[in-house]
């Protein structure tokens, strides 16, 4: 884009829809104006869903929780101790609903890993032929996390032993400013393939204590023919198989699962993967990778029609050095869309940055420890100005907003935004990283906002993440591995989810988890697997 001045804006808005952590599909009025319920459920289902939630009806906290149960766009992971009647995980989903079944072989790939823990609260591990885990090479980092590899590779072996094997591959870092950042998993079954991706590592704290958001989604084997035709000369054009095997590819270190990943149909995902890899990414690459190929993706996701004014929202634990330049590229592309493809010198950039305050922190389940994850100094908040090298400013007052919805008294901030589903997440710090942007429609007397898209994953708000433009725009230079989903009205479209899962609270196992629910007693195993439908569904914020 341009690099004329461009100044920023905010506008006094209320972002509380981001602690929804689900998006609800079965609202009417969707953009085509169609109106459908894509769940198509049974009236038993149906009958099932509204007595688990009469419970919450009593009580008078919803009026209605049986969407909750429903297979959604993407969720936040379930808390522990959250409350004592499990309420605070309706609808959200702990790393053994994730990682369940019968599986063949999986990949995992993170910068943290505590293996006894994971092993401890998904048994079905140790029954895998094969669990590949990737991590970053730790020969320019501290010393710190040298040892925490070598602890890794130990904890590996010792899992071997229980009968799968579990290599540990490290993948190159360019120096000490990188990170290998993603947090994916990858399972294979007999019939289809499971894809999570996440903003939370393979750790206690941050799969029950922190807020994090999780897509994931089941994909079938290709059937014969497809795959007949992807081995001779007609490679695939589909979008998520080749962003997913070319990410691999990039880590060098993936091996077999580069081909593995291409075994399955992914023609009913439901996002698209937004991924960063290390390198100087030139033409035609340059918008393959990072905040180019955001920018790419958002030029055909459509507005919701009628909006009379839209904002952009960034939640972020980590904030990395910042400078006009990179802002001007970042939030311009994500201001992109079908309508207006660039953004002109001079624009209004309007968006908000999400932070918890010292009180919540402090007052989180965690307390002081949930700091450890969140990196922002008021350092890292100054911009520097590419006019006057050497000058750095603040960023605007009203970029930033609060995490939290409640007052230090524990009243709301805003009443008429609190929402229900699930109740009080501010008491688990955020680990989340999401970017979206939201409006209002002209006319709409509810002023319910509405979401044009939101991306999910593990980029933070950093050059090393989301890459810096070199060389008159020609040039992307990326230091990170990083990995997301951006999920839309337009990407949803023609995507029915499963019908509702049997039991009305996520799997709590392992040590982490309530007595009642490690009894050993079979569950039935959830379905990811979205199928083509003919209906479009509103995405809605709150």
């Not at 953009?31 to 459908?36: I, Q």
């Not at 229980?162 to 000490?176: F, I, M, T």
């Not at 309530?514 to 083509?532: L, N």
């Amino acid at each position: 884009m341009g690099r004329g001045h461009t100044r920023w804006s905010t506008a006094r808005t209320n972002t509380n829809s981001l602690k929804r952590g689900v998006i609800d599909l079965t609202q009417d009025d969707a953009h085509d104006g169609t109106a459908e319920n894509p769940q198509d459920l049974t009236q038993d289902a149906d009958e099932a869903l509204a007595k688990r939630a009469e419970p919450a009806r009593k009580k008078g906290r919803v009026s209605e929780t049986a969407w909750l149960w429903r297979c959604q766009p993407f969720y936040l992971n379930a808390i522990v101790d959250y409350g004592r009647d499990g309420e605070g995980s309706e609808g959200c989903l702990s790393i053994r609903d994730v990682i369940d079944g019968p599986v063949q072989e999986m990949l995992l790939a993170s910068m943290r890993f505590d293996l006894p823990w994971l092993v401890d609260e998904c048994p079905v591990m140790k029954t895998m032929r094969r669990i590949t885990i990737l991590t970053g090479d730790p020969r320019h980092q501290p010393q710190r996390k040298v040892d925490r590899v070598e602890e890794l590779r130990q904890d590996a072996t010792n899992l071997q032993s229980h009968g799968p094997k579990v290599p540990v591959e490290v993948c190159p870092l360019r120096d000490a400013y990188a990170s290998f950042h993603p947090k994916l998993i990858i399972l294979t079954y007999a019939d289809h393939i499971r894809v999570c991706i996440a903003s939370a590592n393979f750790t206690y704290s941050n799969w029950w204590r922190r807020n994090q958001a999780i897509y994931v989604q089941d994909f079938p084997r290709k059937k014969q023919q497809q795959q007949q035709q992807q081995q001779g000369s007609q490679p695939s054009t589909d979008d998520m198989e080749n962003h997913l095997a070319d990410f691999l590819h990039a880590t060098t270190k993936a091996g077999d699962w580069c081909n593995k990943v291409r075994e399955f149909d992914y023609s009913t995902a439901i996002g698209k993967i937004v991924a960063s890899v290390p390198g100087s990414h030139q033409a035609p690459d340059v918008n393959r990778w990072g905040h180019m190929r955001m920018r790419e993706l958002l030029k055909n996701q459509p507005d919701p029609q009628d909006w009379t004014r839209s904002h952009l929202v960034c939640q972020v634990p980590s904030v990395g050095s910042l400078d006009e330049d990179f802002i001007e590229d970042l939030i311009g592309g994500l201001c992109v869309s079908p309508s207006h493809p660039e953004i002109a010198e001079g624009t209004h950039l309007t968006w908000q940055l999400i932070l918890p305050t010292v009180d919540e922190v402090r007052n989180s389940l965690e307390g002081w420890v949930a700091g450890e994850a969140i990196h922002v100094t008021k350092d890292r908040l100054l911009v520097a100005d590419k006019r006057e090298p050497g000058k750095r400013e603040d960023l605007p007052p009203d970029v930033f907003h609060r995490w939290g919805y409640h007052k230090p008294n524990g009243e709301p901030a805003c009443r008429g935004a609190a929402l229900p589903h699930p109740p009080n997440r501010t008491s688990a710090c955020p680990h989340l990283k999401t970017f979206l942007k939201y409006g209002h429609r002209a006319g709409d007397s509810s002023k319910r906002p509405e979401l044009a898209w939101v991306y999910v994953g593990s980029h933070n708000l950093s050059k090393a993440a989301w890459g810096e433009l070199q060389d008159n725009d020609n040039k992307l230079s990326i230091r990170s591995y990083e990995l997301g989903i951006l999920i839309s009205p337009h990407t949803l479209r023609g995507r029915t989810p499963p019908p509702p899962h049997t039991t009305p609270h996520t799997q709590l196992a392992g040590s982490s988890s309530s007595s009642s629910s490690s009894s050993g007693a079979a569950t039935q195993m959830r379905s990811f697997m979205w199928r083509k439908s003919n209906h479009t569904g509103q995405f809605l914020a709150g």
